[in-house]
């Protein structure tokens, strides 16, 4: 499960203008940063110890359990103490407080109302430091892989979160537009980028999961930990960084290059990636919405039924989690994005019992709609398309200069527009499909009478819809999206069904493991 220390920062992600509660504008007023509370002061030498010593499980209890504790108690609207309140405890290790400083700045994010543009720049600098230091090699130390998959979850949202700020221009005061001019290189989209991949190709991770293939490496077998006296973390940190391009990729709306990014790991697989639960979410999430906008609608299907079943089998677990609310709302996206991908593409035969039925209460009506291509079903695309997608951002930051505007919704109106454009291309490709469904072979005289068009323009429809529903897939091969092909033969269509091949390993495990949920209760059963 994501881990407490980063819940409530990412509780409040997927509302652009939400913010914790807070006391008032007084709370920062009457912060002290002199003061330290016992409680911090042993913190910070057992974290430090811990880490230190090279005690993975320690660490991550004090970070997944300690800080938040420690956070509600003292710190519930006002920031930790800084750095330099807490060096004397820590023996002023330079890079064990570049930690701290990321669990600084992650707080402030999270509780903090009201960040100014430089303690938002202090925060890319503080990541800059910190990542340089790992990558020049000389950290040796093991950290526990779910505070190294929130290091990078942070580094994008933060920057995401800089980039919708600093587009907000309207209510900006003289002062705060004089400081991002003051700061205007601070979360660069080059820079961004420029860490994210000088980490995965520092750390090699690409060719360790390849030489995984061949037996030559043990790095999912062993979560991606050292157990040779190595460290884990840059190694870990290039991991997570290919599933921080994609996401990063995606907020831009380059689905390509996003792809392209993830294509190491074999998401059909169990790996390292879904160990983290956030990290599993956010892999499948932004990897599904890539396909879809790629029109790769199957690897969407297919990866969201996965993830969607994996929820509803074990969110039970997690109901006392301070993510729960987090996971259900990635839940709920997801369940949107299917009912386009299945509207787009049907393809029922995918789809697993449990998620179908699921996805026909939330969406079966809506769904329905969706399939007459008219006004209100555009309107449904368009909200769905609007809860489901991300935040996306523009690379370029805005001028600075009167009248100001915000600017923040170019990014969104934008993506919004080409989906709705491929939706309407599509409008006509419904009515092609139910027809060449009924039949095996039938003349295109015969259907261009049932649609109501002239031959010329029904071979036109044909040609579009066999583009439509192939995409190219990160290998450059081309894919088909459709249940169903067909060719033309001396002016006669041909149509040819294909065949779902069944997966009886999925069959017996599904079977397992209603059998074992059916043990488990019959244990709790109390017999006289």
Known sequence: MA??????ASFYRDREDAAPPSSGPGAMAA???NYVPDSVKTFVSHLYRHIR?????????????????LSDRHFRDTPWPPAEAVAAHCDGDHVFLLLYRELWFRHAHARVQGLTPAQRAESWDNYCSLFSVILQGVVNMQLPNQWLWDMVDEFVYQFQSFCQYRAKLKNKTQEEINLLKQYDQAWSVYGVLNYLKALVEKSMIGEILEREKVGLEQFTATDGYDYEGGSNVLKMLGYYSMIGLLRVHCLLGDYHTGLKCLAPIDISQQGVYTTVIGSHISTIYHYGFASLMMRRYIDGIREFNKILLYILKCKQYHQNSPQYDQLL?????MYALLAICLSLCPQDKLIDENVGTQLKEKYGDKMTKMHRYDDEAYAIYDELFSYACPKFITASPP????PYTNYNQDAYRLQLKLFLYEVKQQQLLSGIRSYLKLYSTITIGKLAKYMDVDEVTLRTILMTYKHKMHSIDSDGKVISSADFDFYIDEDIIHVVESKLTKNHGDYFLRQILKFEEMITQLDKVQFD
Do not use: C, I, W
Request: glycine share 6%; no cysteine; hydrophobic share 25%.
């Open 3 to 8: 881990s407490s220390a980063a819940a409530a």
């Open 31 to 33: 912060y002290d940063p």
């Open 53 to 69: 010593d090279r005690n993975v499980y320690e660490t991550h209890q004090m970070y997944e359990g300690g800080f938040t504790r």
């Open 329 to 333: 709302k990635k839940n709920e996206q």
């Open 399 to 402: 001028v600075l200069r009167e």
